[in-house]
């Protein structure tokens, strides 16, 4: 077993800053202090109008997949991600920088879309636990694209955790390919049968 108190730091981290933008942008009252955020749809300029400030709310998966009633199979399967990811990093050795790297992303953006997905339907008198919705809010510009007869002017609005969860995906497929064989992550028995 190797440590991983500091990859769980670093997931806590970037938890807490997913958390922040996501509490900015949609709004709070809490103790007397009150902040407005944003409406749902209202878009403002981030970057020029290559990267806007546009908040919306993904009641289901990465790119909008909808769950719809069963969507706390969703909350669930995270749930069941997270502990397999804690899992992952406590077998992986401090020498597979790149991958414990990755997986402190893809840790800390699945914890924060989960605190999304959990309890931000009860936070925000929007639906019960394990029902929220996770808020989105950065949408980059991309050129005009059609993929299988639909139109794309922007890039799908996403957060910080998804941020994360994409440069861990892309991080680990580049150590799987590129020599990480040491790791027990990417190793495959070759086991004989008798």
């Not at 289901?60 to 009633?69: K, L, N, Q, S, V």
Request: glycine share 10%.
């Amino acid at each position: 077993m190797h440590s991983i108190r500091w990859p769980v730091f670093a997931a806590g981290i970037l938890v807490l800053i997913d958390q922040i933008t996501k509490v900015l942008v949609k709004g709070f009252d809490l103790f007397g202090v009150s902040h407005e955020g944003m409406f749902l749809g209202e878009s403002r300029p981030l970057i020029g109008d290559v990267v806007r400030l546009t908040f919306v709310e993904n009641p289901g998966m990465a790119f909008g997949i909808g769950w719809g009633d069963a969507k706390i199979i969703l909350t669930i399967l995270t749930i069941g991600i997270v502990v397999l990811l804690v899992r992952m990093l406590m077998q992986t050795p401090a020498s597979a920088k790149v991958v414990r790297v990755a997986l402190t992303l893809l840790l800390g953006g699945a914890v924060g879309n989960l605190i999304d997905r959990m309890f931000y339907g009860v936070l925000y008198d929007s639906g019960p636990l394990f029902y929220g919705k996770v808020v989105d809010f950065l949408q980059v510009d991309i050129p005009d694209v059609t993929v299988f007869g639909e139109l794309y002017t922007h890039w799908p609005v996403f957060n910080v955790a998804d941020s994360c969860v994409s440069i861990g995906v892309v991080m680990l497929l580049v150590a799987s390919t590129f020599g990480a064989q040491d790791v027990p992550l990417f190793r495959v028995r070759n086991e004989q049968a008798d």
